[in-house]
């Protein structure tokens, strides 16, 4: 039976409204897998092939990251990244995880064009991966330096002879898990620790000689711990100039990177993960969730490091109204 006229306007109709609908579908799929892409890699996901200058903050106490690390790799890899900033504000942390990030930056150098630009404070392993880039930028008032290592555990001996607690342990040779905090420290554990601590520091005053070109001896009258503000770092060569990021992009166009490109931040995946201690010790004060990052400001996370410590931690902080 041949169709009325009226029916096959209203197929025809139909047809192009399931058309609509199917192009939409697709295009709203597309946009949510943007978004969902987006939200999981950010800046690095919409750069993927648009050429920037990528930007890495190094904030905080320095452990081994394999995040952070696994970044810089990706960064190191990503055919659009031309060059380099990594932003240090930080007073230093492990030894180990400072040579860990100080490893990676080199691998990374030798790739690309890398540059240190220095907020409030680059300090110990701070300013051992700072000097892992081949310029350094640091404000007038920046602190820079603390060059040096350091191990510190607590004497709970006083504590136990008051509350009348008494430790018993049986070991295999006596500088087994020493020094403990529930002995006091005996003097062949004090030259063992002072051995390893020397050792470790030696390493580091050679690594600030090599990539700051400086005779060691020069070297080791500035790593007596002492920190600098960036004006004086800059008179003593541990900086190369003063300045921000500004300087610093200036400094990659002199590597043959586009001075004009945009500067994209590569941020961490997880940005809130923070500090496993930190964040217990936030929920169980009844904290919010940013409550670990509050607590990781107030360097409760130094309290808990293990091992060597490059670390600057002063008795109280320089302010200026």
Same mark, same amino acid.
């Given at each position: 039976m041949a169709l009325r006229a009226d029916d096959i306007i209203d197929r025809r109709r139909l047809r192009r409204k399931l058309t609509f609908w199917r192009i939409a579908a697709i295009v709203v799929? =597309?946009?949510a897998i943007g978004a969902v892409s987006s939200w999981l890699y950010g800046e690095e996901f919409r750069s993927s092939t648009t050429n920037h200058i990528a930007k890495v903050k190094i904030e905080g106490t320095i452990t081994e990251n394999e995040e952070l690390l696994e970044r810089?790799?990706?960064?190191? %890899?990503? +055919? =659009? *990244? !031309? /060059?380099? $900033?990594?932003?240090?504000d930080s007073p230093g942390g492990t030894t180990a995880g400072g040579e860990a990030i100080f490893d990676q930056v080199r691998?990374?150098? !030798?790739? !690309?064009p890398? *540059?240190?630009? *220095? /907020?409030?404070?680059?300090?110990?392993? /701070?300013?051992? $991966?700072?000097? =892992?880039t081949d310029h350094i930028v640091a404000r007038k008032s920046s602190i820079v330096g603390s060059i040096g290592v350091l191990v510190q555990f607590p004497d709970l001996t006083g504590l136990m002879d008051k509350v009348g607690i008494k430790l018993e342990e049986v070991k295999s040779s006596p500088l087994k898990a020493e020094p403990s905090p529930f002995n006091p420290t005996t003097e062949e554990e004090r030259a063992m620790i002072r051995s390893m601590i020397l050792d470790s520091y030696d390493w580091f005053v050679g690594i600030v000689a090599d990539r700051r070109t400086l005779p060691r001896t020069e070297v080791m009258t500035l790593a007596d711990g002492s920190v600098f503000t960036g004006r004086q770092a800059l008179s003593r060569k541990l900086v190369d100039s003063l300045g921000g990021e500004r300087e610093a992009i200036e400094w990659l166009g002199t590597k /043959? *990177?586009?001075? %004009?490109? !945009?500067? $994209?931040?590569? @941020? +961490? %995946?997880?940005s809130r993960g923070g500090f496993l201690f930190?964040?217990?010790?936030? %929920?169980?004060?009844?904290? +919010? @969730?940013y409550g670990a990052d509050l607590l990781k400001e107030l360097g409760v996370d130094r309290i808990f490091l293990d091992g060597m410590l490059s670390v600057w931690h002063p008795e109280k902080a320089v302010l200026t109204d």
């Open positions: 799929a =597309a946009l810089l790799e990706r960064i190191r %890899k990503s +055919p =659009a *990244v !031309k /060059g380099v $900033i990594l932003s240090i691998l990374l150098a !030798k790739e !690309k890398v *540059v240190a630009q *220095v /907020g409030t404070l680059a300090a110990s392993a /701070g300013y051992m $991966i700072a000097s =892992a /043959g *990177v586009d001075s %004009k490109l !945009k500067v $994209i931040e590569w @941020e +961490p %995946k997880s930190a964040n217990a010790l936030a %929920k169980s004060l009844g904290l +919010p @969730e």
